[in-house]
């Protein structure tokens, strides 16, 4: 029986490889998909005796199946906020509270305690969806606070401004979408060195991409201050990354990231090298922990990692013949 709260009280390599071999053999056998996918490369758990071993679904299953490793009633479910109106991505939740202890156990793994800052949100195309898992915590975020002026700016630039100039001696962290961050900037600038950044990527097909080198650079200038972080999610993981410097990102202690080889999706690459995305999110006990995205990064050492762009050819051996 696997203790729930075992996975965040993870702290060495060792205690993670025991629970992620623990959890790859309860989705193994509690996991229709997952099963059916791990029978199709011919995997089970009696081949696997480390992380790189256990196999990684695709993430695409997440638009075509209900991929769940329990048969507890649902009690909410994510859905991707894509550019396109058709074909998104949905995380069927079983447990709320298992993806709340999961983003304020790293949220304070990379911050410290939360009630030190005030929390403004500035995610218009976000705040649309009605079940976008990054609302739902911030959300939960801002009212762990407890700060009357912790909240959400949909396209009301002015009033943000003004709240953020008001509260300039205090600690204050913004989390903003890559475009309406810029939006905000192409009307101010601020001085504002008490001010963390958490971008959260995506321009949602309103402006040109940018590098996030070249991004970090104009929001510093633009806000006054060195305190830009990135964030790293995806409805598909209960669990986040963060990146505090330079735009590379770590993991909390209960997640990994993998660079597989392109040519070979069940083969991993050395540091430095670039190829596809796998992550391990043993938050994810509910659904699945193991997942090949479509994101093309880069190790930079055993726990730092970049995200570089999409990855084109990401079809999975065994993936065609399910989907």
Known sequence: MINIKDIFKIKTEDEFELMANKIFEFQFNN????????????????????????????????????????NKSIEKTFISSGTTKTNFSKHHIIDLKLYESSFESSFKYFFGDIKEYTILALLPSYLENKNSSLIYMINKLILKTNKQDSGFYLNNYDELRNK???????KVLLFGVTFALLNLLEKFT?????????????????????????????IKQGFGTDLVCSEYGMTELLSQAYSQKNGVFQCPPWMKVLIREPQDALSFKNNGSTGG??????????????????????????????ILGRFDNSDIRGCNQMV
Do not use: W
């Open 190 to 218: 601020f001085q504002l060195p008490n001010l963390t950044i958490i971008e959260t990527g995506g321009m949602k097909g309103r402006r040109k991409e940018i590098i996030r080198e070249e991004l970090h650079l104009i």
């Open 277 to 306: 995305v796998n992550i391990i999110d043993l938050a994810n006990i509910n659904s699945c922990s193991f997942i090949a995205t479509e994101d093309l990064g880069r190790n930079k050492s055993k726990s730092e990692f970049e």
């Open 164 to 170: 953020l100039i008001a509260l300039k001696n205090q």
């Open 31 to 70: 996991n229709n998909i997952y099963r059916s996918f791990c029978d199709l490369i011919n995997k089970n758990p009696c081949d696997v005796t480390n992380s790189k071993q256990i196999p990684f679904l695709p993430v695409k299953f997440f638009k075509s199946h209900k991929v769940l490793s329990s």
